[in-house]
């Protein structure tokens, strides 16, 4: 039986996201992804889980959604705007989502997924430090070179190659 | 604790369909990424639901380690939109035809 608190943190959550795909202005949907990350962090608070949940507010609805709403506002204004596409393709979409939800909603309650329920407390915030630092330490290692070099890349790609800074400098 | 592990698995399920719907019907590079926002959202709700129903400490670790390298992936990818909206003046998939430098 689902309690009201998840009820309502569900609907915020399933409604924001379509609202973050299908909002006419750019940076609207922007604002309701947010909303979306911000539910998501509801439901690992509401699964005991606040570490995950601090991280996810932290990392996705304080750094990623603001980049995405940088970006937007970097566009030209009526691309913001622009809406094309094609309605046969949209109702094909649409029909991939409801076979997608029906079909593996049908194989989760016929699993036994719906018989599993828990009585222990959930797991403790120091035992994730410890294996963090323990038994997954090489993966944090590749983990901090991937995000050094994704931030090398991103620096890289999106760097002017046309000169214009340096012509305004000689000036 | 009143919900049960169905419950998240379900809603995980409808933001996985709305995600793969955004990902095949937008046309828009912005909201695509959107899109691949919601499902790798939808694959830490389940991850962390998990953790919690069969108390492993695994789970957790793993969505710590995907959001984290979910950041990374938006930093690249943003970094594409912004090299593509140079290059064409637009952010519309169907216009990037070519790979040319």
Known sequence: ?171 | MSNELIDFVIVSVALLAIGIYGLSVKRNFIRMLFAVEIIINAANLNLVAFARFLPHSGGQTFALFSIAIAAAEVAVGLALIIVAYRMYQNIDVADFRSLKG
Do not use: C
């Open chain 1, 1 to 171: 039986m689902v309690d009201t608190l998840f009820l309502g943190i569900a609907v915020l959550t399933i409604v924001s996201a379509i609202a973050a795909l299908e909002m006419r202005s750019l940076i609207y949907g922007g604002l309701a992804l947010m909303g979306t990350l911000g539910g998501i962090a509801g439901f690992f608070i509401l699964l005991d889980s606040p570490f995950v949940a601090l991280f996810q507010i932290a990392v996705y609805v304080g750094s990623i959604a603001v980049l995405i709403l940088f970006v937007i506002m970097l566009v030209k204004r009526e691309l913001i705007f622009q809406k094309k596409e094609d309605p046969k393709r949209r109702y094909a979409g649409i029909g991939l989502m409801l076979i997608i939800m029906i079909s593996l909603g049908a194989v989760i309650f016929n699993s036994g997924i719906s018989s599993i329920t828990t009585d222990e407390p959930s797991v403790d915030y120091r035992e994730i430090g410890k294996d963090f630092l323990t038994y997954y330490w090489p993966a944090l290692v590749v983990m901090a070179l991937v995000l050094s070099s994704s931030i090398t890349g991103a620096l890289v790609l999106a760097r002017r190659h046309d000169g214009v800074e340096d012509e305004q400098r000689t000036d």
